[in-house]
């Protein structure tokens, strides 16, 4: 085989890269998946990784080592100064350290995808590829649902659950909230279990389910800490990849090149290739190849949450206990809105694991935004490969999004009243959260203590949009063709149109799945 002429190379091994380069090789094309982290056998991740918790492996240094992006740092709203931004890094990508939550997008997302223009990507069209990548322990005979897919779904038994994930759930059901056992069935709101990507109670990540068992296909090649600068061109078509291996550039030809580097890192190796809005391109110095509005659109789940001090009986009983089991699909207007609100347990939260040796106990309830309409950026700080991007997520900058975020969280505050959520406490809420209490009947305020503390959920997407050539706010068509380039691919997270009303693991993988079928 003729290593610098491969019919496919991808760039990034994360969710939908690993997905999208197995089943590729699978069907007989010759491919080079590169990733700028390292390629490790299944068997050598850190064990604190496939704790059912992933706080464990937060908390311990040795085990972030290599697995994230340490210098990755973005602000939330335009009032938050930077703080990290958790990204994998190495095979397995995000996967491999995110909280193991596999919700599916109600298919109404993809039916709203088709309808804008993404030809192919109705919720009927999506469907069988989310049956393909998975095994649905309790569900898997269901039409919906796969049971012989790589990617294991286990939903934790209520005598598993903790009682934080308890009280969130009869709290919510108490308030009128309607029970929905599989939170991926079509149509599926209120109250359910988290369905998770795991066995045994431990973590499977795509290097896992799929990277893993195809390391064997003669046709796939890994090549791990080989960072991608850019795209090489002929005229308008991309032929390589030029990577940096021990600082050293070098460059891999391939017949299509796919990006799959993740909401931030493919939008930035576009750009360093000459494709992005051209005043940002001009201001780094680099030759515009094409004006497309690369980085921009970029979304991302609001959370605020509210600190539950904890009585004596309700507290984890280990590190390992799992983090959270439940969650609330909720509609702020059931005529206009669909399932745009989500409430979460948290039966440990990080304040919690910062006062450990204390001896205090803390969990928390969340509401995040499922659907969200603010958008923010991705930039370059410099052309140099090395320097992180400028991330700026601008969350709650839509006047809309503030204000249903207000609702969240007052509905949220009622749900604190219920029996079951009063039983588990231990403590004063007002002393817990003074700030949250002080400004709760005042919009002005509460915004502005919002845009001051919310969180997002790790969940970027959309800095490469899906759309039609007439579509100015995208960069690739519904085959994930870069517009006015050949052979240049972006299959990830990135290129969803917005992002999706549930966490975004499973859709990325359903992308890699999906794509692989049809790649020209």
């Given at each position: 085989m003729e290593e610098?002429?491969?019919?496919?190379?991808?760039?990034?091994?994360?969710?939908?890269?690993?997905?999208?380069?197995?089943?590729?090789?699978?069907?007989?094309?010759?491919?080079?998946l590169i990733e700028a982290g390292r390629d490790y056998r299944s068997a050598e991740m850190h064990e604190a990784w496939r704790s059912p918790n992933p706080a464990v492996a937060i908390m311990e240094p040795d085990a972030?080592?290599?697995?994230?992006?340490?210098?990755?740092n973005a602000t939330r709203t335009d009032v938050q100064e930077p703080a990290p931004y958790w990204r994998g890094k190495g095979v397995g990508g995000s996967s491999s350290v995110n909280g193991q939550i596999a919700i599916r997008p109600p298919l109404e997302d993809f039916d709203e995808w088709a309808k804008s223009g993404c030809e192919g990507w109705s919720g009927e069209e999506v469907l069988p590829y989310f049956a393909k990548l998975e095994t649905d322990e309790e569900f898997g005979a269901a039409e919906?649902?796969?049971?012989?897919?790589?990617?294991?779904?286990?939903?934790?038994?209520?005598?598993?659950?903790?009682?934080?994930?308890t009280a969130l759930a009869d709290s919510a059901l108490a308030a009128g909230h309607p029970w929905a056992a599989d939170v991926n069935a079509p149509h599926a709101t209120g109250v359910s279990p988290y369905p998770i990507n795991s066995r045994d109670s431990r973590r499977v990540s795509v290097n896992d389910a799929y990277l893993e068992g195809a390391r064997g296909l003669p046709n796939l090649t890994i090549l791990g800490e080989a960072g991608a600068d850019r795209i090489v061109f002929e005229g308008n078509r991309a032929i390589g990849v030029r990577i940096l291996i021990d600082g050293t550039p070098e460059v891999r030809y391939g017949d299509a090149i796919v990006l799959s580097a993740g909401?931030?890192?493919?939008?930035?190796?576009?750009?360093?290739?000459?494709i992005g809005p051209r005043e940002h391109l001009t201001a780094m110095s680099i030759d515009t190849r094409a004006d497309l509005p690369v980085g921009r659109g970029l979304q991302d789940h609001a959370m605020a949450s509210i600190t539950l001090p904890l009585n004596d009986a309700s507290g984890i009983s280990s590190p390992h206990d799992r983090h959270t089991n439940v969650c609330v699909r909720w509609s702020s207007d059931p005529e206009e809105r669909y399932n745009d609100l989500m409430f979460v347990s948290m039966n440990q939260s990080v304040i919690s694991m910062a006062t450990a040796n204390t001896g205090a106990e803390y969990g928390a309830f969340g509401v995040w935004l499922n659907q969200t309409d603010s958008r923010g950026t991705v930039e370059l700080s410099?052309?140099?490969?090395?320097?992180q991007p400028v991330?700026?997520?601008r969350m709650l900058s839509d006047d809309g999004d503030r204000a249903r975020l207000r609702l969240g969280v007052r509905s949220l505050v009622e749900l604190l009243d219920q029996d079951a959520t009063q039983s588990i406490l231990g403590g004063s809420l007002e002393e817990c959260?003074?700030?949250?209490f002080a400004v709760i009947d005042d919009d002005e305020a509460l915004d502005a203590h919002l845009l001051a503390t919310v969180a997002d959920a790790q969940h970027g997407t959309s800095t490469c949009r899906m759309g039609g050539a007439d579509d100015p706010t995208s960069v690739v068509d519904s085959r994930c063709r870069v517009h006015g380039f050949e052979g240049l691919h972006v299959i990830d997270a990135s290129i969803f149109p917005s992002v999706p009303r549930a966490n975004t693991n499973l859709a990325s993988i359903m992308v890699g799945e999906l794509m692989a079928d049809r790649l020209d």
């Open positions: 610098d002429n491969w019919d496919i190379i991808v760039v990034g091994a994360g969710s939908a890269g690993a997905a999208f380069a197995v089943r590729s090789a699978e069907k007989g094309r010759r491919v080079l972030i080592d290599g697995m994230m992006w340490p210098d990755l919906w649902h796969g049971d012989s897919g790589p990617t294991p779904i286990f939903r934790a038994p209520r005598e598993k659950w903790g009682a934080v994930d909401v931030i890192h493919s939008p930035a190796i576009l750009m360093r290739s000459g410099s052309a140099d490969p090395h320097a991330v700026a997520e959260n003074p700030e949250l």
